[in-house]
């Protein structure tokens, strides 16, 4: 408590924001999560649950895109939005390394599956996975980037890797769900992904990623090629209850 007022314990603050939301007179402020930058909620903005459940049930991993350039402006809006998902202890933290560059791509690709190749000789399943990359390549078919026109790669700490890659998959998952609204497709980038967990030299370099910093995600962009008329069916629902009702 200071002479104006309540103030916030700074110690135990992760800066979330909480208190403000939640307040029911409007009486609190903080410097480090202002009232003035959050937006109200109102009824009309709630999804409804059948809405909620189409929409999500919606998504889709793209991997056949048009020849057609994403904006950075539109890219730009998508990661706008990733930022607002929850991160370990709100660190948030996460950075985006944008590729559009074709040759870039190319490159970042050939890495991959170059690393690829390395890590065959240890790790029996990735044995498999090169082979089939090199095969589809050998086709003249782009198998680890799909010809997508952007790689987004988010980055984040070094400092303490697990949280990083969850955080930076979350916000991923937020871009690809939110993709779909602006017209493009998604999926994500899981060979470049294991190439950026295993810190392969030659791919980090190529992308730029600061020593103080780790590759904590990727997926690909662009607008699709195709158009989906259904939703698929999953496999059942598994769960277990402590109690019965």
């Known amino acids: 408590m200071s002479e104006n007022g309540p103030v916030t314990g700074k110690g135990g603050c992760i800066s979330c924001g909480h208190c403000i939301s939640v307040c029911p007179t409007l009486a609190l402020d903080s410097d480090m999560t202002p009232r003035k930058e959050q937006i109200d909620i109102t009824k009309e903005q709630k999804l409804t649950p059948e809405q909620a459940e189409l929409f999500l049930r919606s998504r889709r991993s793209i991997r056949n895109y048009q020849n057609k350039p994403v904006p950075a402006e539109l890219i730009r809006k998508v990661l706008n939005v990733a930022r607002m998902a929850p991160t370990a202890t709100n660190t948030q933290g996460i950075s985006y390394i944008v590729i559009r560059d074709k040759q870039k791509l190319r490159r970042i690709a050939d890495l991959v599956l170059e690393w690829m190749h390395l890590a065959a000789k240890t790790v029996p399943i990735m044995r498999l996975y090169a082979r089939a ?24 700490s070094k400092k303490d890797i697990h949280r990083t890659h969850d955080s930076g998959h979350s916000c991923l998952s937020y871009a690809e769900l939110y993709a779909p609204t602006l017209g493009l497709g998604t999926c994500w980038a899981g060979f470049f992904e294991h190439a950026g967990e295993a810190e392969y030299e030659p791919l980090l370099e190529l992308l730029g990623v600061p020593e103080d910093k780790i590759i904590a995600g990727g997926i690909l962009m662009g607008y699709p090629k195709v158009r989906y008329r259904n ?8 769960v277990t209850f402590d109690t019965e009702e």
């Not at 990359?133 to 984040?156: M, S």
Request: net charge negative.
């Open 231 to 238: 939703i698929v069916e999953r496999q059942p629902l598994d």
């Open 133 to 156: 990359a090199q095969a589809e390549v050998d086709k003249g078919k782009e198998y680890i980037l799909r010809d997508a026109p952007a790689l987004v790669v988010a980055i984040g």
